[in-house]
């Protein structure tokens, strides 16, 4: 396999509540996206790094990253209005060798090596892995503020990013979805929708994603404790 990762940071994160880019936030000295930016470089079974940035925007997520990380960045490309076309963008701009690509979020710092690992394993026999993490909560309908049904959590989890494709999968799934008009803010699910296989690997709660700045006391946290392995 030759495998690159997307980084998407096309995001303006508004629910961040900042105005800033959320991905450049300081997270334990260092900004957000350089802490999941060096676990995928270190890798020597990822051949890159390509960087999705946001549309319209002057600044370098490149120079926030680590010297070793910034190395590995293999190319930088524009994101769009919404995560499905940023993610279409870099699909379009990845090098011709690239048979396999991993699709991760910035915004998910606290990414441990041994998740990465499990997604590269099971790429070796699957064409698409998502990593998964069963819910614990009750989950309820919500419609116009109140309880509409009582949904059953037995076979429900939360996906989570890395995601792997091999490459040829994910853009054929990316144009179909453009073709058709069908919008999702997940990739295994545009996957999916070609009637496609989607395996599961076990996610891992430490691995949250970074939506709101409350957020980050917690991943601050998960970060300095070395929860992650």
């Not at 676990?39 to 990253?65: C, Q």
């Not at 011709?96 to 998910?108: E, P, W």
């Amino acid at each position: 396999m030759n495998v690159i990762a997307l980084i998407m940071a096309a995001g303006t994160g508004d629910r961040f509540g900042t105005g800033a880019p959320k991905q450049l936030a300081p997270l334990c000295g260092r900004a957000m996206i350089a802490w999941s930016a060096d676990v995928l470089a270190e890798s020597p079974r990822i051949a890159g790094l390509m960087i999705i940035t946001p549309p319209a925007v002057d600044f370098s997520l490149r120079d926030a990253l680590s010297s070793g990380a910034a190395m590995k960045v293999r190319a930088v490309a524009t994101g769009g209005a919404t995560r499905q076309e940023s993610v279409f963008n870099g699909l379009h701009n990845l090098p011709d060798d690239a048979t396999h690509v991993l699709i991760h979020d910035a915004a998910r710092p606290c990414l441990s090596p041994a998740l990465r690992d499990r997604v590269l394993d099971a790429l070796e026999a699957h064409d698409a892995v998502v990593p998964a993490v069963p819910v614990t909560d009750t989950l309820i309908r919500d419609v116009e503020a109140r309880v509409d049904a009582i949904l059953d959590r037995v076979h429900i989890s939360g996906v989570q990013t890395p995601q792997g494709f091999r490459t040829d999968l994910i853009v054929r799934a990316h144009r179909t979805a453009r073709e058709r008009g069908f919008q999702s803010s997940d990739d295994g699910s545009l996957v999916l929708a070609l009637a496609e296989k989607v395996a599961t690997v076990a996610g891992e709660r430490t691995n949250i994603k970074v939506t709101y700045r409350e957020d980050l006391s917690i991943a601050e946290s998960i970060l300095k404790n070395g929860v992650i392995e």
